[in-house]
């Protein structure tokens, strides 16, 4: 489970792009085939993945926070799909929502409103934090969507009937590709 391709989180450009939680998990692993990367394929790359998508590095279990990431990529593919996830891959998710408790609390913002959130609890915390997402994002009112981007594999939620592109760079590279395909 090492990979050279990626050694040093410092040098790794993790695939973030501002989705809800459970997205971004699903996106660590990118590519298919012989170009795939695993963002979480080592300790110090999960770690550094949870430092800038989660603050910090957490102390999950990375097997099972793999086994997890596994999980919601097959279920986020599923759904983008227009399939039902299997009942594993349901279960497996379950599992780790369970992994961790959650308790509400309530929150002084910085004009003195007051607003309801969530922490996490125990050694699945972190776990449980995002597979609560991908629950949320699979019955939530939005699509999940793949990129049309070529090469592109991101899932994102289509928060707008329109999107295609899980970022700008993919919808301008498509435009670039297709402008020099029509020009002589
Ligand atoms: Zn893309």
Known sequence: MTSHRLPRPADVEYPVIGEPLGVELANTRYGTGSDAVDFLDTDVLARGWMREVLGSAGVDDLVLLRE??????????????GETPTPRVIATVNRHAAAGCATAVLQRTADDALTAGVRYHGAGATRARLATSCIEVLTGPHPVRRCEGVGCTLFFVQQHGRRRFCSDECSHRLRQQRYYRSTP
């Open 68 to 81: 997890l990431r596994d999980a919601v990529h097959a279920a986020l593919a599923a759904h983008a799909n």
